[in-house]
Every structure is written in structure tokens, then in C-alpha cells.
């Protein structure tokens, strides 16, 4: 192995994100290599990630530790993120589970390519705060966030206006009443992106795009006041940035996040990948753009009051959503129910300004019961 | 004068970069103050500009001098470029009469805000080895490579593609046959963008759009293979660039030349200047895009051509457009005439394999001859 190989951790290999982060780091042996692996209870997909890329050090949700030919060490999460042989920590687990890695590898001052929402949103401010006290560079694999760090490279930071693009979801256009008619298989559908169940919803819901304003106001220290989001159906554009002089920056591709993902591993870096699609301007005809439409999609704007709001808001915020989506997904409330029920629990919260990490779980906690509380009555 | 403030010679004061550039100097008196003024024939104009902005060093084309109270010194352009006390040369002069103050620039070591395409088109050789020499910066006024250098910055110019947007002109999607008819009001009704006559007639028939290819291939060292055209209507999207892994960043803005002039002036640094427009996503709705029609619109060709073969064909090609460019605005040929006869010249022509500025400047007259002499073969 070279000393110019980097050695790369992935958190949440066996999800849509960590496999993708896969693949790229097969395409550039010359590059990465994967000294760490961890997933869920996909075991057997697991298991052959580590026959393919033999990783030093694995973690495993599941009981059963998964057999392999291979030698490795089985640590905790926090363990990978934190190791002293790991250069880089992909955080691609999913929810809260990426909080805790996120903070042991911002405090062992690795690069953390940034994948999971969750840690900036409901953590922001801890997370931030350590990585800066112990240089950890937290780079985003999010489309969208990419977009934006890309356009803001090189320049003095004086902007004006971070752009958020959002596809819009599959209900674009859409009003309140027809979106209380959508089934789970409809929301499931995303024009323009692969992606996990519960991301998918939030994309549906425009959700997505309010923990993004979130996450963005973290991630480049803008005020929310300064981050807008419009709707871009083609996702081509994925995020742009207006500075103080006017002239904005745009960054595009197809929708495809092994391109983020490959630029938070490479940066400054940007390396040759054959797998990686090129724009094709015979084909591309136009880019349509829009205002969100914050009365049928209300969870944009309760995401943004909660990121306003600050304190333990948003992670009641996550924790609501993430139970609703999943009782959308199992047919027990309709679509605009997830909105409903997620603001319904942002009124009922009496927030903690600056909340350690023990006061966000409990709040997510918290926001929890409160969601299986309120659908019992929403069902009576 | 504070030790910030950037002393700038504006050659071509009178000229719509010049006025435009003034406008931007005029709003913005702690970052740049008017060192040379420098104009052909609108002596008038001149003299308004010398009592607005009290320059140290005039030049004027015409023989009696600008009529003023305020005391300055008389130079010629090449004086003014290469003086000691002037920081920023801005190069709005028009044709072939750019590239020797452009020259005398670069081998003083200035800042150059070059807007006149000749010089890099004719000369792009001998001027970026000096300015390499001599550590002259040239950084573009023109939209488009404006917006390609903003999308460079912070990069390490991994660069598989420059993508040169064009608006296409007042007759995008017309047949040859319907060009043959236009007129010069016609082509003088440019969409998008407020410039000189010439500048609108090239515009109009794409040959602009051809030499701004060539001034990218210099200015950025890019092979014209990795250059490529498309037309974009609105001219919200000056131009873009694609990185080796596929990611591609644009620059946009509304049409207006004083934020690129202004970007010129104050780079690496962008400033607040409430001239400058921002774009409204909330009246953006679409941007288009098509490929351009090379058989419509043969200038594009016949100067990509003549770029690529290089020598003393550029300074052919200038020359021809110029006096063909002329013949048509005077009524004495068809708007299809100019790249007819700009091709003769070109056929014709028996170039000089890296060329001193002389023989660019006699190629240029051999050039204006040839047109002439077929022009009146073209009228019998």
C-alpha cells in the first residue's frame, strides 16, 4: 500500500450510499483503500464487501459476526471512526446512529465524508465546534451540499446567498388534497434519484431539502436567512452559490452521487473515474427552475422553523419525521399525515438551548413517544 | 489616495467597455481610482470623463487635444500601459489597435483587464509568452472567459472541457437562405447584450463566438479539442467548465458587463457594488440549450479553423471580418457575404508559422486587401 493511498473507513456499507462509496474506491485502487467496514444487519452483503476489499476492522449490528475467510478485528463504530490508522471516515449510517461516530472521528481529527443528515442537524453545533478544535475536516457527500462546497472553493467566502436546488419529489405540482391520496409505492418512485426508502419520503415530503437548509447553515456557517431553496426538476443543477458581487456559481452533473462521494475522498483533489457520466449538451435542452411551494409541501417550512429555532427542535424534528415516514411506509397514516404529526410534535416541545449530546437522544426520545402518542389519536 | 486603492489606465474610455468601466470605477472610489484615460475620436466624451475623474495620463486620437481645466499629461497608448504608477490596465481599445498597448502591458509586469479579442486572437503567442515573462496577469473581461476563470479558481485546472456559451444572436434558427435577407438594423438588435456595432455583427453572424474559442485556447492553454460551443439564448449562463471526474461548475448572472469588468478589476476579491443585478429564481424559469448550426452560421467554423492552423491566419481572419463587417453595415454586401468573404481571405492566405508582431500586422493588411479587392469581383 503507498503512502498516497488513503485509508477509508465506511460506516453504513451496505446502504445505498455505502455501496456506492464501494464502488468508487474499487474504480481508484490506486487512491483509496477500505481499512474499515460496519453495517447494519445486512450480514450477508457484508460479508462480501470483506471478501472483496479484506478490511482491517469491521463492526456488525447483527449478532452473528459474518463469516468470512478473511481476518479482521470486529471494534464498535466509534472505535473505526477514531482510529489512528483510518485517514478518512465515510458516515454512511443512517438516522441518529451516525451522531456518535460523526463526533469520535470530528474529535480524532480525521476527514469525515459526511453522508448521514442527522449528525449536522440534530448535533450542529457540537459537531462543528469539534471538528474545529481538533481540525477535522467535514467534507459533504450530499449532492446538494457538495454543489455548494464546490462553487465555494477557492473564493473568500463572502457570499451572499447559498442556492439549495430540490427535485421537487414525485409530487410536484401536486395539491394538499391530492397529496392525501398518495400511496407508499407512488412516494417511493424519485424521478431522478436512487436512493433509500426513508430518503426517498423525505424527498417526497420536501423534508429532505429542510434538513439540507439545515445542515447547509452548519456545514458553510450562513445564516438561514442567507440559503434559499428552488425547485429544479432535471436535477442537473445540484446547488449554487451567489456572492457578494452578484456572480454566482453553479455546479452540475447528472443525478449520480458517486461523483459527491468521490469528491469528498479526492478533495482538493479531482480524479479520472470512467465510471463517472459526463454532461452531454447535444442532449440537454433546457433546465427548468420554480419557487417551492411551501403550502402543499409544509415540512420545507417546518425543518427551516426548527433550524431557526434551534436547541433540542430539530432533533425532535428527525426523530418525528423518521416515525411518521415509517408509519406512512406501513399504511397506518396517509401522506400529509407526516407533516401533521411532525409539526403537531415541534408545538408540544419545550426545547434546551445549547443541549449536549445526552439532551439531543433525549429529545429524540422524546419525540418519538410523542409521534406513536399522537397517531393513536389521529386513529381513534 | 489610500496605499488599497488599485490606480487603473482605461484604454478605450469611450467605447462601451470603457463608459462601463468607469461606471464601476465611479461607485466604487475606496478600491480604484482613474490613473489614464485613454479614446479614439469622441473628444467630447473624453473631456467629460478627464473632469469627472481627473486622470494623471490622457491619450486621444484626435489631434486637438481634449479641452479641460484639469492639467494632465499627454501619452501614447504604449506609455500609458507600461507606466511605473499605473496597477491595472484595462484594454477596451477596439480591433488590432489593442495588441500593442496590450503587449507594452504584459512586458511591464501589469494587471491586464483585457476586453479587446484581438489581441489574443492575432498575437495570443508572443503576448502570453511575455506576460508569462514578465509575471503580467491577463485576466478576461469578456463574459465568457470571465466565467470560465471563475469556474478555474481554487481548482488545480484538471480540465477535460471548456463549454463557451453563445447566445446565439438576434437570428438563431434562421436558414441560410433567410440570412441572406437580413438587414443591418436587423443584426444590430442584439437579445441580450448592450456592445458596439462590430462586436453586435459578430454576435450576430457567431464569428464573435469563434474568437472567443481562440482567446480561450490562450488564455486558459487549453488544446481546441477541449473547447467546445453551445448556444444558450438567455445568456444566463456565461460559460462552464468540466473537471476530469465529470463535475462541471458554471458562472452566472444576468447580462452586464460590469460584473465581469468589475471581477477584473478587484480579483482574486469580489466587492459589494449595488450596480451589479442579481439573478431573481423567482422569474427564472427556464434556461435553454441547443448545439450550434455551423452550416447557418459558417464564422464559427472558418475561426475555429484558423485558430487551429495557427501562424498568421487569425490576424487574416480579424482583418477580413473587420473591412467585410464594415461593407456590410454600409449596405455594399449581404449579411452571408461576410463569411464568404472572410473564407477567401483565409483560402488565400499563405501563413507565417509563428509570426512576429510585424508580419501579424502585415498579414492584417494583406488581410483588409484581399477583401477589398474581392469585394469588387464580388460586385460586377
Known sequence: MGSSVKRVAVLGSTGSIGRQTLEVIGALPQNFAVIGLAAGKNTALLAKQIEQFRPRFVHSQSKEAPSSEAEYELLSLEEIAGHPDVDTVVIATSGKWGLKPTLAAAKAGKRIALANKESLVMAGEIITSQAKRNRAQIIPVDSEHSALWQ??????????????TASGGPFLGYSP????????????????????????????????????????RWLFDTPFEDIQVIVHPQ???????????????????????????????SYPERLDNPQLPRLDWESIRKLDFAPPDFDSFPCLKLAI????????????????????????????????????????????????????????????????????????????
Not at 462553487?151 to 439549495?164: A, D, N
Request: hydrophobic letters at 40%; one cysteine or more; glycine letters at 6%.
Open 151 to 164: 462553487c465555494l472553493e477557492g473564493e473568500s467566502r463572502r457570499v451572499s446567498r447559498l442556492i439549495i
Open 177 to 216: 388534497a391530492q397529496l392525501a391520496e398518495v400511496t407508499p409505492e407512488q412516494a417511493l418512485k424519485h424521478p431522478s434519484w436512487r436512493m433509500g426508502s426513508k430518503v426517498t419520503i423525505d424527498s417526497a415530503t420536501l423534508m429532505n431539502k429542510g434538513l439540507e437548509v439545515i445542515e447547509a
Open 235 to 265: 436535477s442537473i443543477v445540484h446547488s449554487m452559490v451567489e456572492f457578494i458581487d452578484g456572480s454566482v456559481k453553479a455546479q452540475l452533473g447528472y443525478p449520480d452521487m458517486r461523483l459527491p462521494i468521490q469528491y469528498a475522498l
Open 305 to 380: 422553523e426548527a433550524g431557526k429555532k434551534g436547541g433540542t427542535y430539530p432533533a425532535v424534528l428527525c426523530a418525528a419525521d423518521e416515525v411518521a415516514v415509517q408509519l406512512f411506509l406501513s399504511r397506518r397514516i396517509k401522506f400529509t399525515d407526516i407533516a401533521h404529526l411532525v409539526g403537531k410534535a415541534l408545538e408540544k416541545h419545550k426545547s434546551t438551548a445549547h443541549p449536549t449530546l445526552e439532551e439531543i437522544m433525549a429529545a429524540d426520545e422524546w419525540g418519538r413517544e410523542m409521534v406513536s402518542g399522537l397517531v393513536k389519536e389521529l386513529n381513534k
